[in-house]
């Protein structure tokens, strides 16, 4: 079973950067979809920004300009730089991505865990 395994959150004050990683428990055989999620205390889950494997991307409203996606497939990583940062940006920061984990195996979604980003003033 793959795992997704996120890392780089953190404090940090406003106006900051923090770079969130995401990578693979295993070897991807191909990556599809991957993305960026978020969940503030009180709110639903929204999307933050989304990769293509065609090189496409989509950013919500409120990071465009100052949030940047991105992926190394060598690395079987995705990454989430973020500059610039507010305090609204405060929320448990989730990966996704649509994989290909072998190539015996068909491709599926999957989730990471989470990590807290927390923007102070």
């Known amino acids: 079973q793959v795992h997704l395994v996120e890392s780089g959150g953190g404090l940090v004050q406003a106006g900051g950067s923090l770079r969130l990683s995401c990578a693979a428990s295993?070897?991807?055989?191909?990556?599809?979809?991957v993305g960026w999620y978020r969940q503030a205390p009180g709110k639903q889950r929204e999307l933050v920004a989304t990769?293509?494997?065609?090189?496409?991307?989509n950013y919500a409203d409120s990071v465009k300009g100052r949030f940047t996606i991105s992926k190394d497939n060598a690395k079987n990583t995705v990454y989430l730089q973020m500059n610039s940062l507010k305090p609204e940006d405060t929320a448990v920061y989730y990966c996704?991505?649509?994989?290909?984990?072998?190539?015996?195996?068909?491709?599926?979604?999957?989730w990471g865990q989470g990590t807290q980003v927390t923007v102070s003033s």
């Open positions: 996704n991505a649509d994989l290909r984990p072998s190539f015996y195996q068909s491709s599926r979604n999957y």
């Open positions: 295993e070897r991807i055989f191909s990556i599809n979809t």
């Open positions: 990769l293509t494997s065609g090189g496409s991307t």
